[in-house]
């Protein structure tokens, strides 16, 4: 019963580079989101997807790149990575219809 | 702007008691309310919600009240346990958007001492 599976679950990155962040549910939810954690801010929408081809851009969408081919799926990009990404991202699912979303471990990304 | 506000950052509370977490919102649109728990190095997990049309909903140890013309909510849990102790996230989302964009607040920290 894996439910939201994130990985990697840390990783640091030099400012310029680009990586993948990937997203993975078991439960067949059409909805998924990426979130980013900061101190004091609590958890803010990055990106959101209400089916697989179909994405929108959340609260704080610059720098991020996302694509959902699959309903499984949901990976964020970071393409050219800066010191202001660094943060705990979270990935959430959920059915429609349904208002409770069901969180992923987080990675935790630093930016050197 | 910050739609959704938990001004206390952290709370401390003696084992037994009751914890009252309180949240603020400012957009009128949101008519559906949660609260979520979350342990260090872990995702948040659900802990209860409320729908507008309602004032109160209980779970157990857990009851959100919801103030409408305020725009407020609260989170009490009675009697407060060690186990409680966690960050609580109020968010907030408009009904027909369903979960995929709900808007959390800042967070407060609950210890519960023994």
């Known amino acids: 019963n894996a439910g939201v599976t994130q990985t990697p679950k840390f990783q640091v990155l030099k400012t310029g580079q680009s990586m993948t962040l990937q997203c993975a549910q078991d439960?067949?939810?059409?909805?998924m989101s990426w979130y980013r954690q900061d101190p004091g801010m609590g958890l803010r929408l990055i990106h959101y997807?209400?089916?697989?081809?179909?994405?929108d851009q959340g609260e704080v969408p610059n720098g991020y790149n996302v694509s959902r081919s699959t309903t499984e799926d949901f990976p964020l990009r970071l393409l050219s990575a800066a010191p202001s990404q660094t943060s705990v991202y979270f990935c959430?699912?959920?059915?429609?219809?349904?208002?409770?979303?069901?969180f992923g471990q987080g990675t935790r990304l630093t930016v050197v | 702007d910050q739609q959704v506000k938990q001004n206390s950052p952290s709370l401390s509370v003696q084992e037994g008691r009751i914890s009252i977490l309180n949240c603020d919102y400012t957009?009128?649109?949101?008519?559906?309310f949660l609260w979520y728990k979350k342990y260090p190095a872990e995702g948040p997990t659900f802990l209860i919600s409320?729908?507008?049309?309602?004032d109160k909903n209980e779970d157990g140890r857990f009851t959100v009240f919801l103030n409408k013309s305020a725009k407020h909510l609260s989170l009490h849990i009675v009697p407060s346990q060690p186990g409680d102790s966690a960050v609580y996230f109020c968010?907030?989302?408009?009904?027909?958007?369903?979960?995929?964009?709900?808007?959390f607040g800042q967070g407060t920290r609950l210890t519960i001492n023994p």
């Open positions: 959430a699912s959920s059915p429609p219809g349904r208002k409770k979303a069901f």
């Open positions: 439960m067949n939810h059409e909805y």
């Open positions: 997807s209400v089916g697989a081809g179909i994405t």
């Open positions: 957009n009128s649109m949101f008519d559906y």
């Open positions: 409320i729908s507008s049309i309602k």
């Open positions: 968010a907030a989302t408009v009904s027909n958007q369903g979960a995929q964009k709900l808007v």
